[in-house]
């Protein structure tokens, strides 16, 4: 186990709705990195947080947004859904603002009808 | 703009067999290589990583990749495959420091079956 823990694993939404999503990194890292893997692709880069602040964005709307916490915890979210959000969001705990060694959570599955 | 091409979106090997997972990318630097690994409704575990030094790199549970510049490519290896090693296999390129518009960029992922 990595010690990344995300919340919650599965959920079901509504298209137009918003979501959160969050994220607990491991101790000791001050860097979380959120990414979505549609079924069948790899893991597409949305955003990382490095000490509070936004490092980095990936091909992602505004609707998608983010926030990290004193504790380098993070949250994820997506406004006014689309069916196309449906996938696995996963978050990634690390340090120093580097790609280094990205410690993964589980994931929250989202499906959005 | 950075890519990485797995070529192989099924790989079925036999437990004990060989294994070479293939991985080519585009990247405009020096690149920082990885190979992650994904059992069902998990997340990824970071294999292997390479960034300078020795071309070939040794990871956990056996795997080593070889990073071979003139071919764009960082295959991934395993001598004698194990049943447990059945899973999704990802190959991702990126700088070392995000920031601005860097970022890891993952492969679609090669899933390797093993028949007992």
């Known amino acids: 186990e990595t010690g990344v823990t995300q919340s919650p694993t599965h959920l079901i939404k509504t298209r137009g709705q918003q979501v959160t999503l969050r994220c607990s990194s491991q101790?000791?890292?001050?860097?979380v990195s959120w990414y979505q893997q549609a079924l069948g692709q790899g893991p597409q880069f949305i955003f990382q947080y490095y000490r509070e602040e936004e490092n980095g964005r990936g091909n992602f709307p505004p609707r998608f947004s983010g926030l990290q916490f004193p504790n380098y915890s993070s949250e994820l979210n997506v406004n006014a859904l689309e069916l196309d959000d449906s996938a696995l969001y996963l978050c990634?705990?690390?340090?120093?603002?580097?790609?280094?060694?990205?410690?993964f959570g589980s994931g929250t599955q989202l499906s959005v009808l | 703009a950075q890519s990485v091409t797995q070529p192989d979106i099924h790989i079925t090997v036999s437990e004990g067999a060989s294994l070479e997972l293939r991985c080519n990318y585009s990247y405009g630097a020096t690149p920082y290589l990885f190979w992650y690994v994904q059992s069902p409704g998990q997340g990824l575990q970071l294999l292997l990583k390479?960034?300078?030094?020795?071309?070939l790199v040794q990871g956990i549970k056996g795997f080593e990749a070889e990073f071979k510049r003139s071919q764009s490519s960082f295959n991934l290896r395993k001598p004698s495959v194990h049943w447990s090693d059945a899973a999704e296999y990802f190959c991702a390129v990126g700088p070392y420091l995000t920031g601005g518009g860097n970022k890891l960029t993952f492969g679609t992922g090669t899933q390797l079956k093993v028949e007992l």
């Open positions: 390479y960034f300078s030094g020795d071309t």
């Open positions: 101790s000791g890292h001050n860097t």
């Open positions: 990634a705990s690390s340090w120093g603002g580097t790609n280094e060694k990205l410690f």
